[in-house]
């Protein structure tokens, strides 16, 4: 008995040793865990820490972002908020030798809010923020990245501070990172667009209770904006609420701002910072004070965009729409032409002038058929508005952004044509709709279905002439769409329906007969026309793939003339048909790999080709300072994604080239992408351990300059001209 | 045939021309009578705006009530996260040492019916104990009508007012436009310091500062 109570007694020791330890053990993860990675939600935002690459190599920097999901009716801000709420502030916690950047602010929404006007951003938004690797990170490590996001998510009736931990795990590994498949090309869009530097100068003065910006040379140079709105970085500087009028000029613009509280009380303190906001674009500023720059007016007014933003949101000037609607009617009476339609109204026609003593029952018909074609159309557009609320970006305009697409349209084009220039005949598919069991139900029930079929044939013509109209409708509102399709099946039946109402017109109609075949074939050359036109604009969306959708194309017209030869033969029916579809596979597969086919990349080529280089070495920068010339320097690494990025952007450009040569500089590139040791000291001699690191020495000052990670075309040209000074 | 075919194409291509033509653009004259039609705020050094409105308890008051007075103008919203922190000690401590020094503190509710931070009735009495504050007077202004006639655009804004009925401070209570309470310690808090110069007889160092907080729900229907 007392053996059990001894044993009872050491198992609950044991018991509970065996727990303390392990509650103790959490306790200690509790403290030491890494907060959950991927999104982290609230009632009103969704907040995620991403990287815009799948893993960051050693000595580089690495470009992670904050992804923001907020509900509708709610939003966060810009580093600058306006008159009420807050920014978006980070803490990071981050393993040693890795450092955080600034936060690359995209281009914020101006939100108003009855008398107020606040700054910032609604629906997803990513905010960029660059981060230094460490040389010191080993391949294969996994860098446990750690933030508190402070959000204030505000709506119009309250704000709510909202703290989210995010956490990431960032692997490393060497080499060039393929960007993330989740959000890596939104992250990099948004570097690519966020305001920057640009190598716009600017004033500011302050006089007679008016604050006035000018800002000339970079883009602004020669351009014609219709819009500018300025961002002021500080609060208090402009009446945020306050509409901004301006005037442009040859070389730039001025706008008059409306002064702030700050800026009656205690003047103007320059610099004068901000974004400048045009509907060509939005640069980062920063105006010195001063008298008025020349070249900034005399070429007409500019408003600051508000009512132009309005009208591109939601409305549409009605003399836009009674323009698409017109296209719209007029290429529904040229698709009346169309060889995909014509063979059917010309075998209604013929059945019309048989009835031409009757024009009760001729008028009964007209009318159904336009029903028909009016409720087909009705049926098509709005599946397609559907989809396009549906989120996917699926219409006759916009098909032309996508290779695959295109490359299908093309043959489809090719196919149309070739059966026009009578190669094969759709038998009783189709064109012989006409002739159908439907259509054939006597008097307008027939002529209903008569309408219906017509659109369906009609369909595949429509691309070339109606996409402009097309365009548009998908563009505009959708009861407006929906109009401007109805537009498109009124001209459609416009003709027929005419002809049947009026007795007169159906005597005049002429009798089909040979005619409609030399149409047929004449037709058939605009859509040769559109297949190469589709072609060509494949061949430049795409790196090298013109090829593959020419054999597509040929193989193609060789099985739609086999499959006419069987047709037309049938003796031979069976071989032809077999070799028909054989060939017909060898286009599918031709044309699949066409579409895949990778689209041209839009950034240039290996940049620092464009740009005369000389290789990196202590003495080559001391040569040239002893020559009075400028150095720029360029540490990059064939493994570094923001040096590729840079390169692109801020240092394969014209004008970067006129900037050297006006600056007399020497342009040196230090290639660490084996990281050898000179560049190593290099680079920590200036505090960094990796790579983008950008220098400027200039003739006579001892330290260069250490130009920004995230480089643009501007900030290099700036500093090459105060180099030069 | 050809002819009709001629005749579309033609009209097509005179259509798609005319396509190209840039958008109106807006009306010029709105943009300059904005500029005119904005009546002056005032700002430090000038006279401050007169207003009547009625307290929690019911009573009338009026900025003439308190000519001689130093008179402390704060907007307030007890839902907006900025005035959170600074109530959670720090406002009414301000509070409590400005009225000992004779200061009349005029704590003023903006909001419009409905919307965060508006009180009326038994609740508008409770206030006062319920943030255990030391205000003078809370008054009410749901029309929105006195904010707008000072400008008024966050919660927290101050305004400071001398004896002679001259606005001695516009702007934020300090200089941290967070809702940390940790940021409370180590701000500048410029209202204290105005008084403080105020009292000694010096001309405000710092007579604006820009407000940060909560927008004020003012009611729609109040043009400013």
């Known amino acids: 008995m007392r053996l059990l109570a001894a044993f009872l007694v050491w198992l609950t020791f044991a018991a509970s040793a065996a727990a303390a330890p392990s509650a103790l053990d959490q306790a200690l993860k509790a403290g030491a865990a890494p907060s959950a990675a991927g999104p982290q939600r609230t009632e009103r935002i969704e907040a995620e820490l991403v990287a815009m690459n799948v893993w960051a190599a050693p000595g580089s920097t690495a470009i992670l972002a904050i992804r923001q999901k907020i509900k509708p009716g709610w939003h966060t801000y810009w580093r600058n908020q306006g008159d009420s709420g807050g920014p978006t502030t980070l803490t990071w916690s981050l393993p040693d030798g890795v450092s955080p950047g600034d936060i690359l602010w995209p281009l914020p929404e101006r939100q108003r809010l009855q008398s107020l006007m606040n700054y910032g951003y609604s629906g997803t938004v990513f905010l960029p923020v660059p981060i230094e690797v460490p040389a010191s990170a080993r391949p294969g490590q996994t860098l446990p990245l750690r933030v508190t996001a402070h959000f204030y998510v505000c709506s119009d009736e309250m704000c709510v501070p909202e703290d989210l931990d995010l956490a990431l795990n960032l692997p490393v590994r060497d080499g060039a990172a393929a960007l993330d498949p989740r959000f890596g090309q939104a992250v990099q869009d948004v570097v690519a667009t966020a305001p920057r530097p640009a190598g716009i100068e600017a004033r500011a003065v302050f006089a007679d209770g008016k604050l006035t910006l000018t800002a000339t040379g970079g883009p602004l140079a020669g351009a014609t904006p219709k819009w500018a709105y300025f961002y002021p970085f500080e609060g208090g500087v402009i009446d945020h609420a306050a509409v901004q009028s301006g005037e442009r000029g040859p070389q730039g613009l001025t706008l008059s701002l409306a002064p702030g509280r700050g800026l009656t009380a205690s003047g103007l303190k320059p610099p004068l910072a901000g974004v400048l906001s045009t ?6 500023v920063s105006a010195d004070q001063g008298a008025a720059l020349p070249g900034a007016m005399g070429q007409g007014l500019i408003d600051d965009g508000d009512g132009a933003k309005a009208s591109s949101a939601g409305s549409t000037a009605p003399s836009d729409f009674a323009k698409a609607a017109l296209f719209a009617l007029l290429g529904g009476l040229i698709l009346n032409l169309m060889p995909c339609v014509f063979p059917i109204l010309a075998m209604k026609a013929a059945a019309l002038s048989r009835s031409a003593h009757e024009p009760t029952e001729a008028r009964r018909d007209g009318l159904a058929f336009l029903a028909g074609v009016l409720a087909t159309f009705l049926v098509l557009a ?5 989809l396009r609320a549906g989120g996917q970006a699926l219409g006759w305009g916009f098909q032309l952004q996508s290779p695959g697409v295109v490359a299908a349209l093309s043959l489809l084009m090719l196919a149309v044509a070739l059966n026009l220039s009578g190669v094969f005949h759709i038998g009783s598919g189709l064109q012989g709709a006409g ?11 027939g002529a209903f279905f008569t309408g219906v079929l017509a659109v369906v044939v009609a369909a595949p013509c429509t691309a070339p002439f109606m996409a402009f109209a097309l365009g548009a409708a998908l563009l505009m509102p959708w009861p407006m769409a929906l109009a401007v399709f109805l537009m498109l099946g009124l001209g459609l039946a416009l003709p027929y329906v005419l002809i049947s109402l009026s007795p007169r017109l159906l005597s005049r109609l002429p009798k089909p007969g040979p ?20 072609a060509w604009v494949y061949g430049r969306q795409t790196a090298d793939a013109l090829a593959l959708l020419f054999g597509a194309g040929l193989m193609l017209a060789l099985a739609l003339w086999l499959y006419g030869r069987s047709q037309a033969a049938s003796g031979t029916s069976r071989l032809a048909g077999i070799a028909a579809a054989l060939s017909l596979i060898a286009a599918l597969g031709l044309g699949v790999l066409a579409a895949r086919a990778a689209p041209a990349s839009t950034d240039a080529a290996p940049s620092s080709a464009h740009l005369p280089s000389r290789p990196w070495s202590e003495a080559a920068v001391q040569a040239a300072l002893a020559e009075g010339r400028p150095v720029l320097v360029n540490f990059t690494a064939d493994w570094c994604v923001t040096c590729k990025i840079n390169e692109g952007a801020a240092l394969s450009s014209p004008r970067t080239a006129e900037a050297m040569q006006a600056a007399n500089a020497v342009y040196l590139v230090g290639d660490w992408t084996r990281r050898d040791d000179a560049i190593t000291a290099e680079l920590q001699r200036h505090g960094r351990s990796g790579v983008p690191l950008y220098l400027l020495y200039a003739p006579g000052q001892a330290e260069p300059r250490v130009l920004p990670q995230l480089l643009t075309e501007g900030t290099v040209v700036d500093a090459l001209k105060d180099a030069a000074r | 045939m050809i002819r009709m075919l001629t005749v579309a194409s033609a009209s097509l291509l005179l259509l798609a021309a005319c396509q190209q033509q840039p958008v109106a653009t807006s009306d010029k004259a709105a943009s300059a009578a904005t500029e005119t039609a904005t009546p002056a705020i005032a700002g430090p050094g000038d006279m401050a705006p007169a207003f009547t409105l009625v307290d929690a308890e019911g009573v009338q008051r009026s900025l003439a009530d308190f000519k001689g007075k130093t008179v402390v103008l704060e907007w307030t919203n007890e839902g907006c996260p900025f005035v959170k922190k600074h109530y959670s000690g720090a406002m009414q401590a301000l509070q409590r040492d400005a009225t000992a020094d004779g200061v009349v503190w005029l704590t003023i509710i903006s909001s419009a019916p409905g919307t965060q931070g508006f009180v009326e009735g038994e609740e508008a009495k409770a206030w006062k104990a319920k ?27 101050m305004r400071i007012i001398d004896p002679e009925g001259r606005l001695i401070y516009v702007g934020g209570i300090d200089d941290r436009p967070t809702n940390k309470i940790e940021d409370l310690a180590g701000a500048e808090n410029f209202v204290r310091a105005a008084l403080a110069d105020a009292k000694a007889g010096r001309p405000v160092q710092t007579a604006f500062a820009q407000p940060y907080g909560c927008s004020i729900k003012y009611p729609e229907t109040v043009d400013s």
């Open chain 1, 279 to 284: 509907d060509l674009g939005a640069w980062e």
């Open chain 1, 435 to 445: 002739h159908g069991p439907l259509a054939r139900l006597p008097g307008a029930t």
């Open chain 1, 515 to 534: 005619w409609m075949e030399t149409l047929r074939n004449l037709l058939a050359f605009p859509m040769y026309g559109a297949a190469l036109w589709l």
């Open chain 1, 382 to 386: 709005g599946a397609l508005l559907a």
């Open chain 2, 131 to 157: 943030h255990q504050a030391a205000f003078t007077h809370l008054l009410l202004d749901p029309t929105g009508e006195v904010g707008k006639r000072y400008d008024a655009k966050t919660t927290p804004d």
